[in-house]
């Protein structure tokens, strides 16, 4: 079922507790304006705080993922010294990418084509990123001589190690599907043709899995990147104590006992 009109730069479809976000600009390869900006960050901060989404699948229309800043808009910003230049990050990138990474459910980034800049960075900040074997990811910030955002020089260096991250970001290129599973930029590659199936049945599992476990442990893994062992370990123990109040947790139990697959409901 679709949710948002078709013509919007940002459209929604839900089936069960799964929810596509969709970028939808095929004509300019999905690249990130002020309003699409504005329509992405208000609906991942709506689909974050909807009990009923349990996963969040994010994807393109058409060719392209996301290929990062509309370049077009930004030429014109640039030539009115427009300040939108300088705090998009602050005010879209970053708030993006928080949600992105941190909501109380599992993102899979469904990347159906070149993902680029900030687009490239949205997919490392999903759980798991499905790629498309036509699809590729490109850390294109110094070609145009502007630093990386959106949380490029946080993912990549766990991704893929300091030494590559680097290369990647000072030299960037198109890194084919195949190249970015051997390096842990992807989790999954598939043949185009199979695409669709493979996301939406990644995507249908983790909706029916522990939603609040999922949402803890993406918080853990969040939270102990910069932090030390001891102060993971107390945040681990905060988190442990709030998922074994969940009634999932205590519907797994009975099953265990009872020798039966659990049925999770998300609570």
């Known amino acids: 079922m679709t949710d948002s009109t078709a013509s919007a ?6 089936s069960g507790g799964v ?17 699409t900006k504005e329509a992405l960050l208000a609906t991942l901060q709506d689909v974050a705080t909807d009990e009923s989404v349990r996963c969040v699948v994010l994807t393109g229309t058409g060719r392209a993922f996301c290929v990062g800043q509309d370049l077009k808009e930004h030429v014109g910003l640039l030539a009115e010294g427009s300040d939108a230049l300088f705090t998009t990050v602050p005010e879209h990138y970053n708030p993006i990418v928080t949600l992105l990474s941190t909501m109380d459910k599992p993102v899979v980034a ?7 800049g900030a687009g490239a960075a949205f997919a490392f900040a999903a759980d798991v990123r499905i790629l498309a074997d036509s699809a590729g990811f490109n850390l ?4 145009i001589a502007l630093s ?21 970001l000072l030299m960037p290129r198109t890194v084919p599907a195949d190249e970015a599973l051997e390096l842990g930029l992807a989790t999954q590659v598939v043949p185009a043709d199979e695409f669709a199936g493979a996301v939406d049945e990644l995507a249908i599992r983790l909706a029916a899995g522990p939603t609040k476990a999922y949402g803890a442990i993406r918080r853990a893994v969040e939270f102990s990147a910069t932090h030390t062992l001891a102060e993971s370990l107390a ?3 905060e988190l442990m104590t709030t998922t074994g109040r969940t009634e999932d947790h205590r519907a797994a139990v009975d099953a265990f006992l009872a020798k ?3 049925t999770f409901e998300g609570r």
């Open 9 to 14: 730069p940002v459209v929604t479809e839900r």
């Open 19 to 35: 929810t596509t976000v969709r970028l939808n600009r095929p004509d300019a390869m999905n690249s990130l304006d002020i309003a």
């Open 110 to 116: 469904a990347v159906n084509g070149v993902a680029a």
């Open 140 to 143: 294109a910030f110094t070609g």
């Open 148 to 168: 990386s955002d959106s949380g490029s020089s946080f993912w990549l260096p766990r991704l893929v190690g300091v030494a590559k991250a680097k290369e990647l």
């Open 235 to 237: 945040h681990e123990a």
């Open 260 to 262: 039966e697959k659990p």
